[in-house]
């Protein structure tokens, strides 16, 4: 089983930057899961995909925040990170962190961090 416990998420005027967390626990992580990323959901709207990358580095991106928003991982923490650069309005959203596990053969999720970015 795998639990994933999120931080980082706040206030911030545009153009500001946060940098949510990702922590992963249970057992057999690092040699177990085949991708981290983030998703958010803005009120009234669907859920996105923001970021991914895989145990091996490779990354994905959403085409509004491949220039703003940089994803990361430590393998030995089994953590992944999104530092969000420059914020919009329109990132405003709960950010939610999530493992993908060919061996578990799921998708995990985390609870979500409110992101909220004033005009």
């Known amino acids: 089983q795998v639990e994933l416990v999120e931080s980082g998420g706040g206030l911030v005027q545009t153009g500001g930057s946060l940098r949510l967390s990702c922590a992963a626990s249970?057992?057999?992580?690092?040699?177990?899961?085949?991708?981290m990323g983030w998703y958010r959901q803005a009120p009234g709207k669907s859920r996105e995909k923001v970021a991914t990358?895989?145990?091996?580095?490779?990354?994905s991106y959403a085409d509004s925040v491949k220039d703003r928003f940089t994803i990361s991982k430590d393998n030995i923490k089994n953590q992944v990170d999104l530092l969000m650069n420059r914020l919009k309005p329109e990132d405003t959203a709960v950010y939610s962190c999530?493992?993908?596990?060919?061996?578990?053969?799921?998708?995990?999720w985390g609870q979500g961090t409110q992101v909220t970015v004033s005009s």
């Open positions: 249970g057992s057999a992580l690092s040699t177990n899961w085949n991708y």
């Open positions: 999530t493992l993908g596990s060919n061996f578990w053969g799921q998708t995990f």
């Open positions: 990358i895989n145990r091996d580095g490779i990354t």
